[in-house]
């Protein structure tokens, strides 16, 4: 089984959707847990950092972890065009591999005006 | 917002040359680090850097890998003798702490290297 696991899409909305993007995961030591927005051939730029399990809000952005279940989602309110880009979410260990960061494989959404 | 600047953007390389793929980080960031993104696949860790040495590195990090931070700015990727399977976007990233919740992990733009 994979460490980090993800519907790579593609995904296609239109203007004003709700959007829902996961990922599960194996590993019981990942605690830190990211979604990264990555437009084509740029670098990944950070949307959401979260800790525990729950949700965290951030403007149009929600981000929601279920730890028990190895879950974590993100949900895009009012999507936009602007939106259009691969989102990857990212796993950190809490202890042992402190220093790097687990991928997953990301997931295309096109938002369509 | 501060960034992590890298430079070449796309470098072009004969197999078997040497590299160096430059990175500025965040100027008061700790935590240094080297992902690489082989076209249609994961990102992947390569290695990360602390305290001026290596604190954690992947598998691919193999003898042809090595980093420096030659002065109290720049942090470097070499590659000793490219392989074709060294073309990838190699991304360097740095963070506040190891656990990247000050600011979170942050990624610059990436570097395109070709090798030919």
């Known amino acids: 089984q994979k460490e980090v696991e993800q519907d790579p899409g593609p995904l296609s909305v239109p203007e004003g959707a709700i959007v829902s993007l996961n990922c599960t995961y194996s590993?019981?030591?990942?605690?830190?847990f990211m979604w990264y927005r990555q437009y084509s051939r740029k670098g990944p730029e950070l949307l959401m950092y979260t800790y525990s399990s729950g949700n965290k809000e951030d403007g149009r952005f929600t981000a929601q972890v279920d730890k028990s279940s190895k879950y974590i989602s993100l949900f895009i309110r009012d999507s936009q065009p602007s939106d259009s880009a691969t989102y990857l979410c990212a796993m950190l260990n809490s202890g042992g591999s402190n220093y790097k960061l687990t991928f997953g494989k990301g997931t295309l959404l096109t938002v369509n005006p | 917002e501060p960034e992590v600047t890298q430079t070449p953007s796309h470098q072009v390389t004969q197999m078997g040359q040497e590299v160096i793929l430059r990175c500025v980080p965040i100027?008061?960031?700790?935590?240094f680090y080297w992902y690489r993104q082989i076209l249609g696949q994961k990102v992947e860790f390569l290695v990360s850097f602390y305290n001026n040495e290596i604190s954690e590195k992947s598998e691919i990090f193999d003898d042809q890998f090595s980093v420096e931070r030659p002065d109290g700015s720049n942090f470097t990727l070499k590659i000793r003798s490219t392989k074709l399977e060294d073309s990838a976007m190699y991304f360097c990233a740095s963070s506040g702490d190891f656990r990247g919740s000050t600011y979170g992990y942050t990624f610059g733009s990436g570097t395109r290297l070709t090798v030919v």
């Open positions: 590993n019981s030591a990942f605690q830190y």
């Open positions: 100027s008061n960031h700790l935590y």
